[in-house]
């Protein structure tokens, strides 16, 4: 016993110091002289989640942390496909995170009521939005609900390989808005979906090298499809045509605009009766299916995709260029996606939450625009942007037609809310893969069918 | 009239209690899991179908009656994705109780060189892990994968396109359920050998051949065994859930012929976070798994051939 107590005292007192020494540590050094905020930052319901943007991710956050040492964020990287329900489940149990992004207008509308209001935030940091263009905050404000800052915005725009049209003696696609498209004859027409169809049937192609206009031509052995439209959504393809949206206005009745009929129309006929668009299954087929864009494989003539679509557009080959989108019935509308960082309401520290989002959407927003290819929202960073994107093609591409397409964002936007959100994209997302993959359907009752299924769900 | 004696129970021994005290501890782990994971949450989902808990809409929490059930009857969405399991069990029920009976047969038949070889390659696919499966399959049932290059290659021009195609979905999902059978076969195969031989003797000298001694010995012989296949497949049909997640990513593709019930309830709760009428949802489940089960008990009666007392 003697023996042991000598070395039992010396123990204690260096646990002693070790204890006193850890209650001295970083955490007490901070401004309040409490341990930091923890934030929790949540990717990616948009983009986001690739090796090289999730690197970038942890640059800016570990940046963050170095400069406060009152907060600690922490990234949670979600890949696409599992995040809006892996989200709600948090939510559901109570463990959300505080800051939420890049998230767009659908991934937010999802979630539609859970946002923090910045509003307060914003009046008193004094918040500068005069660095927008005029009306871009408005893209995030839901009601009277400010739900984020502006960040990236992805205009669409006609994609085109214009060696396509060389070898078929066609003119390309115009690049301003409001020109006319130019036949071989030398007739001038408008350029609208009605003149894009009959392009698309002459760029069509089969093995045999007939087009989809000529006597003999096999629909079964299609080598070249004339065009693309954005297939993922029914909203954006209706969007395309003119924006809308599928809630008349009362929040409680269904009604599908005019021009979302004529686009789904125009898509249906496209695949099934006039076979300038890839169908279900062909779209599927390794030949056709270029990491997950059909223009990237490099066989689609024109294609309506958002600027995102820049990040794999090198496989469609050096020969591609933007031109302006088709007009319908006398308007253009270019949907366009504006994606930024949200807060959640049940955030325990909105304050901090906002401090971060801040440095989100201001200093590090270059960094992070870039990682994820997308255009700034404040109009001082555009053309060092397109400037960086261009340098990433050998060829020359006409991105002024970008910048354009701006003037013709779909307002209101295709993804807002609407009733019962998720149930509606569910039952549209049935209806799309239906129409992709079955031939013979009467669009107008597939059109009525859908307007009920979906008034069903709203009635409840 | 006599007083009839009430018989008490003995006493339990010290060592009993302590055994039964014993057993009791053993046991208990397994009663704290099964409050926890199985009978709170099933009384908690029960209450829930009477609320309104829903995450997408700021909702106040009330009681709502039967409002939810009401809901159901009028949900074409919930009964067009019950269908859709009604269609996969009607196609995949009779395959997978009968072939591995049939391939335990074969496997078991003094006819059949190699037997071990096959009974360890009818197996292993079983040890893959099913989402591993399922992608591999994925890559095979595709418009220009192996499956339909194989069948060009015999004459079919225009082979189904079993994962892009309403129509020919569901026979792609069974053919992937094919991955699965291993278990299924060495059951069937275990049943097999517990036949007493002196009954197939017997069914010689009275003259039956091989059909007769399959339809008279090995059919009832086995039929409690086949009884069991068919009660675990049924339940695992209404549970049917993790292929076509994996391969369409929930989504219910193509136009919505592969949107099981299971996964209208996995939507419902995660997708669409109406928690209530997910709970609600989960109910017909169980209930439905439930009918169906004791009618198959009831129906055993009739087919189930037990040799022992019970």
Redesign the interface.
Known sequence: MNGTRPRLLPALAALASVLTLAACGPGAGTRTGAAPVELRWYCCLGTGEQADQVKVERAVVDKFNARHRDIRVKLEVVTY?SA??TL??Q??SGNGPDVVGPVGVGGAA?????WLDLGPFIKSSAFDLSTYAEGTADLYRIGSVQEGLPFAIYPSTLYYKADLFTEAGLAEPPHKYGEKYRWPDGREVEWNYDTLKELALKLTVDKNGKDATEDGFDPESIVQYGFEPARDDLRYQGAAFGAGSLDSGDGETVKIPDAWADAWRFFYDGMWKDRFIMT???F????FNGDGAAFFSGHVAMSVNFLWSTYGVAGAGTDWNLAAMPSHDGTTTSPTSADTFRILARSKHPAEAFEFLSYLVGPASGELLSAYGAMPARTADQDAFFGKLAGQFTNTVDWQVVKDSVRYADTPHSEAYMP????TL??L???R??????GGLDMDVELKNMRD?IQ?VWD? | MTAVPIRRRAPMSRMARREARHGFLFVLPWIIGFLAFTAIPMVATFVFTFLNITLSESEPLRFVGLENYQRLFGDRQAWASLWVTARFALLWLPVVVALPFLLAVAVNSRYVRGGGLLRVLLFMPYVVPFVAGALIWQNMLVDDGWIDSALRRIGVAHPPSWLNDPTWVIPGLVLIGLWGLGSGIIINLAGLRGIPTHLYDAARLDGAGWWRRLRHVTIPMMSPVLFYTMILAVVDVMQYFLVPLVLFDGSGDPGGATRFFNLYLYQTFFTFQEMSYGSTLAWLLFVITLVVTLLLFRLSRHWVHYTSER
């Open positions: 496909n809006r329900d709600a489940t939510i559901a999802a979630f539609h009521g859970q279900g299954p062909v599927e087929t390794d030949q019962k959100y998720n149930q569910s039952i997302g049935t209806y893969s239906r129409w992709m993959t079955k299924e069903d409840r």
